[in-house]
């Protein structure tokens, strides 16, 4: 007599029954089987941007180095509670069972957070306990926080943890997508009630800016990131890889672009007068925080050193007196060409090797 197989239709009568046998929702954890960035992890990203804007307009109220220092200490703990969300998502499925709810949970709490930066360091900062201290101890909180938050997984190893390295590598290329979003969304916010001439030029000159920074991440170096971490061995090598790498060094490519943001949001307001020596600094030395960390990145994957890149940071930081001294206007188009001055020196001097390294990608890619 032949035995039916767990699961095969049953016969009763002669009639055969094709009714699938009904499963239960499933509410344990996932791991995750797929590379691919999944809609929910996007929608979870879009709270950043809020998170983003606020330290942008925090620093943009109190345009002084106290200012600039609140402002980069709130986006370092906004950072690290985005980076937990980043490594939980590559190990398990963020769209089956609970997980799924425990991000919609998540994105309520990073709202919450990013609506309170405004007051944070003051006395109405309740979800802060750093907000009832006061001047250098309350900014020694802060930056207490940071570090124990950043320097756990350095001192206690990166061992025992799985992550999908296309995954990973794509979903930190996505937020900085979003912080050169929220860069144009500075441009729109600083511009005043008269949109004349010097208006249209500066914001023309911003989206340059905007997509010079874009161009030197997505060209070529994030391609080659997520090589070199697909390539590392599984484990050890490779979570430190990712976490050095994307966690830590991921931190001033944002910051950088945050500071380019401030910088273009006071140029909008008036393009004719010169910058402030704080917003001078944001802008010219927020590109070249964004490039130094390029250059540490590169470092840190491959050991090679990106010369032309420290440079051209260099050289931005030396401007920072003109800036003052020079129609912001002046500035940002000073800003524009010395990156599309980069742009064109590495496409040339560099132009077989990325011909080579973007064909083998796409090449694997399908």
Known sequence: ????????????????????????PRISAVMRETQAVTPLELFFDLVFVLALTQCTALMADTPTWEGLAKGLLVLGVLWWAWVGYAWLTSLVDPEEGVVRLAIFAAMAALLVAALCVPQVFEDTGLLTAASFADGPL?????????????????????????LMPAHFSERHGLIVIIALGESIVAIGAGVGAEVGAGVV??????????????????????????????????????????????????????????????????????????????????????????????????????????????????????????????????????????????????????????????????????
């Open 138 to 162: 309350q900014g020694g909180l802060w930056v207490l926080a940071i570090a124990l938050d950043m320097g756990g997984p350095y001192l206690f190893g990166a061992d025992g943890w799985k």
């Open 1 to 24: 007599m032949a035995r039916r197989l767990p699961g095969s239709p049953t016969c009763q009568d002669g009639r055969v029954s094709t009714t699938a046998p009904s499963r239960s």
């Open 201 to 366: 030029v500066a914001a023309v000159l911003g989206v340059v800016v905007a997509a010079g920074l874009w161009w030197l991440y997505f060209d070529i170096v994030a391609l080659v990131a997520e090589r070199r971490l697909s390539n590392a061995a599984a484990g050890r090598e490779r979570n430190e890889l990712a976490r050095d790498c994307y966690s830590y060094l991921h931190l001033p490519m944002v910051a950088g672009i945050v500071l380019v943001a401030l910088g273009m949001k006071k140029t909008l307001g008036e393009p004719g007068d010169a910058l402030k020596l704080v917003p001078a600094v944001a802008l010219l030395g927020g590109a070249a925080l964004y490039l130094f960390a390029h250059v540490a990145f590169r470092w840190r994957a491959i050991h090679r050193l990106n010369r032309q890149r420290l440079a051209c940071g260099v050289i931005l930081i030396a401007l920072v007196p003109l800036a003052v001294a020079v129609p912001s206007i002046a500035s940002v188009a000073i800003l524009a060409a010395l990156l599309i001055g980069l742009i064109v020196f590495e496409n040339h001097r560099f132009a077989e090797l990325r011909d080579r390294l973007r064909h083998q990608v796409a090449h694997e890619n399908h």
